[in-house]
């Protein structure tokens, strides 16, 4: 069965603090890895598509990462505009077109 | 820019009325999906669409039925609605792929209250 856990649960970071997000992953014949935004009552916004293992993509101050197991989400000197909850997803050759979604690590970055 | 919107932001109806959740995209895509998100329970999938006339159930389908007529339209249909469905509901979109996957583009979401 496929499965994507996120740690930390909750982030707390100061202005400037750069860390990392993890998600980490079990799915038979990965199709793709996506990193999604979500801002409070809105609904998640495309970051970025990862395929295969050693793939690195950057957008700004985030940097997303992929290896065999894990994925990072690494964030580089953040802003409190960069507060929301990351959510990763995966999508493997047995659940047909379908994407799991992992819980999600809810980040504040504070002035 | 992949444009998915949402007939409604926010919803409050009555139990054992009938809800229609309208979900509309302009980019062409083969796929839709309709996700239910609550606090603690993370996004679940309720139904899907390959393409037109087309619907697979999800990992939640009781409780809810879905038309898709056309291929931009999606629409989530609660035949009788009951306090637990009140949620967060997600569209989203995608173009199809057979050995690569392809990313999911959300609506901004439907907040539903069923009193």
């Known amino acids: 069965e496929d499965q994507v856990t996120q740690s930390p649960e909750a982030l707390r970071l100061q202005e400037g603090e750069s860390s990392s997000l993890n998600c980490s992953y079990t799915v038979s014949g990965l199709r793709g890895l996506f990193w999604y935004r979500q801002d409070p009552g809105k609904g998640p916004e495309f970051l970025f598509t990862l395929y295969s293992a050693g793939e690195e993509k950057e957008k700004e101050r985030l940097k997303a990462t992929l290896t065999k197991k894990e994925s990072f989400l690494h964030i580089t000197a953040p802003k409190p505009e960069d507060s929301a909850t990351y959510l990763c997803a995966v999508q493997g050759g047995n659940y047909g077109q379908n994407f799991v979604f992992g819980p999600g690590t809810r980040l504040s970055v504070l002035p | 820019d992949v444009k998915v919107t949402q007939s409604s932001r926010y919803l409050v109806k009555r139990t054992g009325e009938k809800v229609f959740l309208e979900c509309v995209q302009d980019?062409?895509?083969?796929?839709m999906f309709w996700y239910r998100q609550d606090p603690g329970l993370g996004l679940r999938l309720i139904y899907f669409s390959y393409d037109v006339k087309m619907k697979e159930k999800g990992d939640i389908p009781e409780g809810y039925s879905v038309s898709r007529e056309k291929k931009e339209r999606f629409s989530l249909i609660l035949e009788s609605a009951s306090t637990n469905q009140t949620s967060m509901y997600l569209c989203a979109s995608r173009i199809a792929g057979s050995q690569r996957g392809y990313e999911q583009y959300f609506g901004p979401g439907t907040r539903l209250t069923v009193t």
């Open positions: 980019m062409d895509h083969e796929n």
